[in-house]
């Protein structure tokens, strides 16, 4: 595979090895993206790695029927809604979340969004945690693909930066100061930017919600 080819929207190479995929696992770590501007964005993977927090709850409440967790990481998500009584299913391109995800008690594919996604278009819920809404570098298509997951009237629930941003960046993983992966598409948007996608991409807004000092929700509802 040449590097132009890793680099096309929604590529899995860049998550799927060395160590980002180390670091998913580990206490703490310095993992961040950057790009060649000098633009940084931290990646909680110590975070992601752990059990739900309150913060988390607040998603997990609104969840209904079968959910879908999109970017499910090391699985905390899959796992309580699990025991929670949710069919749900995590999809990850990292395979080293996926086996731990499953041995958490929740099941999950080794899987791009942009790919075949088991049952498509009957999903009653899918989640785009943990700034997922910036896989692919374009939001507005993400949204779109998202769509067709969900049945007519289905939930998803993203969580949007903290701040009104709405940046689309060429990035690479870093580890330390070290570029850990090939150069790749990311976005990040803020709850106005996401609601404005939205209502270009077949969603209709429903609710927001700010955990005070820590993260911010927006819930989307596909229109029939």
Avoid: K, N
Avoid at 12 to 35: C, H, K, N, Q, V
Avoid at 169 to 198: C, E, K, L, N
């Amino acid at each position: 595979m040449s590097i132009s080819e890793r680099q096309l929207i929604g590529s899995p190479e860049p998550w799927s090895r060395g160590p980002y995929a180390e670091a998913m696992f580990a206490p703490a770590g310095d993992i961040t993206l950057r790009d060649c501007e000098g633009w940084t964005f931290p990646l909680e993977v110590g975070r992601w790695s752990q059990r739900v927090d309150p913060t988390d709850r607040t998603v997990l409440e609104r969840c209904a029927g079968r959910v879908l967790d999109l970017g499910c990481g090391a699985g905390r998500l899959v796992e309580a809604l699990a025991s929670r009584g949710h069919t749900v299913l995590g999809i990850d391109v990292s395979p080293v979340a996926v086996i731990p995800t499953a041995c958490r008690g929740g099941p999950a594919r080794g899987a791009t969004v942009f790919g075949p996604v088991p049952e498509e278009g009957t999903w009653d819920t899918a989640l785009l945690m943990d700034g997922h809404i910036g896989i692919g570098g374009d939001p507005l298509h993400l949204l779109r693909r998202v769509h067709d997951l969900v049945h007519p009237g289905g939930l998803l629930i993203v969580e949007a930066a903290p701040t009104e941003v709405d940046e689309r960046r060429r990035v690479r993983i870093h580890s330390g100061q070290a570029a850990i992966s090939t150069v790749f598409a990311w976005a990040r948007a803020g709850s106005g930017a996401v609601v404005r996608y939205a209502r270009l991409s077949g969603w209709s807004p429903v609710e927001e919600w700010t955990v005070p000092g820590t993260r911010h929700f927006v819930a989307l509802r596909a229109c029939v």
